[in-house]
């Protein structure tokens, strides 16, 4: 149960927690307040607020965030274009996320949910008192409306929603969602993620383009001040219909929220500790090894914080696209995976900072490791013939290298490889043994702050007669190459939750994978991960998903699809010390911005 992180640069369902699964107690849910696929829910109907906020967390202020590139659109469900940073600020979703309960959606829009016992639909009551900005009643003809929509223009929704097969209205204030299949337990919960849209503004107006007129939303915000490609406001509705409801008790505390945006990561990190902006995500190791020995730190006026959740830390990878023909070969892969000298590159770029992935679902419970056994195995069993023999004899370990950024044991490795797969060293260049043609990769890159890993990289390929060039390209050149797959490799994430389900068909799904857009990257086309990720969706209870989800990660592994990078323990902040968080912080999610606040302000 994963949102598209790609929608916005930061939004709504990126700071929503991610949760465990488990089944449904066997028996229809009539009018509950909430779902939980374990059944029980920690808060009972009517509760005050979430545990984790801060009640009495004062109102006021702009926090200020930076954005690096640029924007072109404020509709972040399209394709096309580049939206700007937070826009799915000013939309509510059916229900939201509790983010210290695992798996576990509370109303939003919603007043209710039911749904049968066979999970073959699901039933939502909207509150009556919902509004758009206009004033307007959210109807479940905008319900039906936005699902349809973000269906028919979004790959991504195309695939998330695949098994809705009809929406209607089925009472003043009621719309359910009929399934194609039955026993899918966590099809409620990802239409409670729906983001409702108005449908009468929308009509007479073209949906699947750019555009830079405001649209029109439920949420706690609202779109302000917008400067094309330089920064948008979000003002926070004063009137917002559910500024009351409880799970917004503590929530949505800032008086606006700033993008900023930055064409080079470094002014942003510059203008952070200037003060221009509030808080900071760091993503690179070095910066938070060695940026921050600044006098504003030591004076305990900037804050670093060290965030851990108990969520799957995912995949980040180097990606080899499989639609062109060089890189079809899973022993190409496996090379280029022998020819990444990670623990040079930790110890020399990152401080030693993170550890290597070695799962589509590390850090967690669902990541496979040694031999498959039991239910997993059972799993597997039936697609021996089509899986490489390793599946069932090896336990998967990335290669280890000496450290020296020159193992010769690893290239010879990776060399031995190349020649099975037809190539060969000729003058110093890895040709193919048939055509001659020399074995190139252009690597595509749109943040600067990584062309020293990449570089680190070529210079190890180089040693294997690989041609590499880097290819540094604008946001939206960027973007528009990925969605169209015109790139050789690229450095791609894969955020997993610790309950995989839907989004799966669009990370590895045959669908996706051809269709612009998707988060197939690689273009994977595989009938035993087709095969494995209904095993997924469609898994009875806890233990049956667990093993699903490590024959998956045992198959995506041993295939090579990517060459895995790193992880860290704990997500990295850095904050001027008026801006707070609630502490602890909840057990599945840091809760910025929605729950920070400012310091400074004053209660309205």
């Known amino acids: ?136 009643p959210v109807k479940p003809e905008d319900v039906i409306w936005s699902l349809e929509t973000l269906k028919k223009y979004n790959p991504f929704f195309t695939s998330y929603y695949k098994d809705v097969e009809k929406a209607e209205k089925t009472g003043p204030h009621e719309v359910t969602f009929t399934f194609s299949q039955t026993g899918n337990r966590e099809l409620p919960l990802i239409m409670g993620q729906l983001y409702v849209m108005p449908k009468h503004y929308w009509e007479g107006r073209e949906f699947n383009t750019t555009t830079l007129e405001a649209p029109l939303g439920s949420g706690p915000y609202k779109i302000g001040n917008v400067k094309p490609g330089q920064s948008i406001t979000y003002e926070r509705v004063a009137e917002y219909w559910g500024k009351d409801v409880n799970v917004n008790v503590g929530a949505n505390n800032f008086s606006a929220v700033e ?63 499989l639609r062109r023909e060089k890189f079809q070969d899973p022993r190409v892969r496996e090379a280029l995976n022998y020819a990444f000298d990670f623990k040079w590159m930790n110890r020399t770029l990152f401080y030693d900072q993170y550890t290597r992935t070695d799962s589509f679902f590390d850090n967690s419970e669902l990541a496979s490791s040694g031999l498959p056994e039991g239910r997993e195995l059972e799993l597997l069993e039936p697609f021996r013939d089509q899986l490489p023999e390793e599946v069932f004899t090896q336990a998967y370990k990335n290669p280890e290298s000496d450290g020296s950024g020159t193992d010769r044991q690893n290239l010879r490795k990776a060399l031995e490889l190349f020649k099975a797969a037809g190539w060969e060293v000729q003058d110093g260049k890895l040709v193919n043994a ?78 996706s994978g051809q269709n612009p857009g998707g988060r197939n990257l690689m273009g994977i086309c595989n009938p035993v991960v087709e095969a494995l990720i209904e095993k997924v969706i469609y898994a009875e209870d806890r233990e049956e998903l667990v093993a699903a989800t490590r024959a ?47 310091a400074r302000a004053g209660k309205e």
């Open 1 to 136: 149960m994963s949102f598209r992180k790609t929608v916005t640069a930061l939004t709504g369902a990126s700071l929503m927690a991610l949760a465990l699964h488990s089944p449904l107690q066997a028996a229809d849910v009539t009018g509950a307040h909430a779902l939980s696929l374990f059944g029980t829910v920690k808060y009972e109907k009517g509760f005050p607020h979430f545990d984790y906020v801060n009640a009495d967390a004062p109102k006021g202020g702009k926090l200020r965030y930076a954005a690096i590139g640029t924007f072109d659109t404020l509709n972040p469900f399209v394709v096309k274009g580049r939206p700007a940073a937070g826009v799915t600020f000013i939309y509510d979703t059916l229900m939201t996320t509790a983010m210290d309960e695992a798996s576990t959606e509370y109303g939003l829009l919603a007043e209710s949910v039911s749904h049968p016992e066979d999970f073959s639909s699901v039933t939502f009551k909207l509150r009556e008192e919902a509004r758009f900005h206009d004033g307007e």
């Open 259 to 321: 993008f900023i945006y930055f064409g080079d990561p470094t002014v942003a990190l510059e203008a952070f500790k200037a003060g221009n902006v509030d808080v900071r995500i760091e993503n690179s190791a070095r910066n938070w090894a060695t940026a921050y020995d600044i006098p504003a730190v030591k004076q305990g006026k900037i804050v670093l914080d060290e965030i851990a959740t108990e969520n799957s830390s995912g995949m980040q990878a180097f990606v080899f696209n």
């Open 434 to 511: 048939e055509t001659g043609q020399p074995f190139e990769i252009e690597f595509l890159l749109v943040d600067p702050a990584f062309e020293r890993v990449m570089q680190a990289y070529l210079r190890t390929l180089e040693r294997l007669g690989i041609t590499g060039t880097i290819r540094p390209v604008d946001t939206p050149q960027y973007q528009n190459r990925v969605d169209n797959y015109e790139f050789d490799a690229i450095t791609a994430s894969f955020p997993q939750s610790l309950s995989p389900g839907n989004e799966q068909r669009d990370f590895w799904g045959c669908a």
């Open 552 to 598: 998956l990660d045992r198959v995506l592994l041993w295939n090579r699809y990517v060459v895995p990078q790193w992880h860290a323990a704990a997500d990295r902040y850095a904050r001027w010390s008026y801006i707070k968080h609630p502490e602890p912080t909840p057990a599945y999610a840091s809760g910025f911005p929605t729950i920070w606040w400012d």
